[in-house]
């Protein structure tokens, strides 16, 4: 790396190795949730060998007086390279840290090369700048560009800066209030549980063998969970590994059982997730002897969470439970970069096993089973076409979500389907109120939303329904049409937000109202091209075995060493957080859930 001084009287960066072989100039300035991608061109100077003046073997660095960093670039031909960065996850899966930064060239054979900018084109600067606010705009990340003028070049400067606000002054209140507000409240609750797991972790230690299955939004064990616990089991491993259970809801249970959970946290080598993880926000785990494997069940990248809603409603902090998970699960190689970004970890720590429910749903005899059971359980349902309608819930979290029954016109719908057609209703769990399906129409419409098994349930499915559920995942195994009625899309995009285009992604024809959806029914048109392609993007592997590969290179840790490198220990100096605890009202909660 070259040395660098300040020119104190412009704020240059001078580079000690002379007169630069080429010309840098950032070109164009590209955002994508909160990846911004800077485009470079570089110029050789002029004379009769100024192309060889090029080094092949440039890598770029952002520095400030002080500091400097590595960036990822990418050569995209003809003298131009792009490079990306990653706001909320830049080293040590921390923000991009504070400061005014410059890109810088690097190569063996020439010297560093400072970026520069066009000068007529300072007010595409300003229109490249973004203002992410989090923390119940409490707290803010800036990303402003601009120049530092000097006498030979303009610089190209980026300036990221984390910035907080304090809270108003509590209001004098009564003794129960105020005993509750100094010594109940969140902040100091956090302490607490943090307090109890280090002093567990350090007096009882980590159990070797011990595998905790945990989750914050459900009472009882399902979905990847179960399925990696069961195959434990079928291959005798339960013999050999303790088994431990903590499955409850947000702000259920006491201290006791928190205390209880913390203890198995602090003790368990493997600790097994299927959604967002509440008390991680609190405690600090100890990642020499203790792992965190997130096996979330949502297995395509199609709506934002995490930090690809960083700066939107809802959003999560710079410091989030996601943040510590060791390994985190996806069904593809193409999605790994999604969730990287999502959970705000390396795309290192994202490893394609696939989704252990999947191998159920690919169990041709356990599939034959469920469809003979059905068909007896259901003489109703055996014989006729079924159309699935599942849509995700709205609201922000489990104590809000609902569904808007009134998108649904269910005279013209029984009309639409006639009687050789049922429509089974299965609504998101944490949708509260029933499906209020009119009494003439219960010989065709049936509410399945507690129906326990609703994976298998796909299988009897001809046609699904839906809008932004993950249930498209395992769907599209099936290669049945699948349409999706979303007719708050333009809402949603805007408060909720989407990876990908929605109408582009969408695996199947989408519709904005109602009678878009009778129309479809009635034609069949529902654009199944989509599905294939889809289904190619989503699943590096078609098998049974995504369990046994969470098992083996996760749990067991039995796999190749590239695939399981990942490290955290960069240290990237960046202006501390407020890690004052706040009160969120389980805004995060539903970053996952969904």
């Not at 749903?361 to 079924?386: N, S, W, Y």
């Not at 007719?487 to 695996?507: I, K, L």
Request: one cysteine or more; proline letters at 5%.
């Amino acid at each position: 790396m070259s040395e660098a001084s300040e020119d104190t009287s412009t704020g240059h960066i001078e580079t000690v190795e002379g007169a630069p072989p080429f010309a840098l100039t950032v070109e164009r300035i590209v955002w994508e949730r909160v990846l911004v991608t800077l485009h470079l061109r570089v110029t050789p100077l002029s004379g009769p060998d100024a192309a060889s003046n090029v080094p092949d073997d440039l890598a770029f660095e952002v520095v400030d007086l002080e500091r400097a960093y590595p960036v990822d670039s990418t050569y995209v031909g003809d003298g131009r390279y792009r490079i990306d960065v990653n706001i909320t996850r830049f080293g040590a899966r921390r923000q991009f840290p504070n400061g005014t930064w410059r890109i810088r060239s690097q190569s063996q054979d020439a010297g560093p090369v400072i970026a520069g900018y066009d000068g007529t084109e300072l007010a595409k600067l300003d229109e490249a700048s973004r203002v992410f606010l989090y923390n119940k705009n409490r707290s803010v990340v800036t990303v402003s560009f601009g120049i530092a003028e000097n006498i030979d070049a303009l610089d190209f400067v980026m300036r990221c800066y984390q910035l907080n606000r304090s809270g108003a002054k509590p209001k004098r209140v009564g003794p129960v209030k105020w005993f509750k507000r100094k010594y109940l409240n969140e902040p100091r609750m956090m302490k607490r549980a943090a307090f109890i797991y280090k002093w567990i972790n350090r007096l009882v230690g980590v159990r070797k063998g011990q595998i905790l299955f945990a989750s914050d939004q459900r009472l009882t064990i399902a979905g990847n969970l179960l399925r990696v616990r069961d195959r434990l089991v079928e291959r005798g491993l339960d013999k050999e590994l303790d088994f431990k259970y903590s499955f409850r809801l947000p702000k259920s249970g006491g201290w006791g059982t928190t205390i209880r959970i913390l203890y198995l946290m602090a003790t368990s080598e493997v600790i097994l997730l299927d959604d967002y993880f509440g008390l991680l926000k609190s405690v600090k785990i100890d990642t020499e002897r203790s792992r965190v494997v997130q096996l979330w069940h949502a297995g395509s990248g199609f709506k934002s969470v995490g930090y690809s809603r960083f700066g939107n409603i809802g959003s999560p902090k710079l410091w989030h439970p996601h943040r510590q998970y060791t390994y985190a699960i996806t069904g593809s190689e193409h999605l790994v970069p999604v969730y990287a970004e999502a959970f705000g970890i390396e795309e290192a720590a994202v490893i394609p096993t696939g989704l252990p429910r999947v191998d159920w749903f690919l169990d041709e005899e356990r599939t034959r089973r469920f469809t003979e059971d059905f068909a007896q359980e259901h003489p109703e349902i055996a014989g006729k076409r079924v159309v699935l309608f599942a849509p995700t819930f709205r609201g922000r979290s489990i104590y809000t979500a609902f569904y808007d029954y009134s998108w649904i016109d269910f005279d013209a719908l029984y009309e639409a389907v006639g009687p050789d057609t049922v429509v089974l209703f299965r609504m998101h769990h944490f949708v509260k109120d029933a499906v209020p399906i009119p009494e003439q129409y219960r010989d065709r419409f049936f509410d399945f939303t507690h129906y326990p098994d609703g994976l298998s349930l796909l299988h009897v499915v001809d046609l699904l329904i839906t809008d932004y559920s993950s249930i498209i995942y395992e769907f599209s195994l099936l290669d049945r049409p699948m349409m999706f009625y979303a007719p708050d899309r333009v809402n949603y995009a805007a408060t909720r937000g989407f990876h990908r285009d929605y109408d582009e992604t969408a695996p199947g024809r989408v519709c904005s109202t109602f009678p878009e959806v009778l129309e479809a029914i009635s034609t069949g048109e529902f654009e199944v091209e989509k599905v294939a392609q889809f289904r190619a993007e989503n699943f590096d592997r078609i098998d049974t075995g995504a369990a046994d590969r969470v098992i083996d290179w996760l749990v067991l840790r039995d796999a190749p060493p590239s695939a399981l490198t990942v490290d955290t220990s960069e240290e990237v100096p960046v202006a501390a957080e407020h890690h004052e605890p706040v009160a969120e009202e389980h805004e995060e909660e539903e970053e996952a859930a969904r």
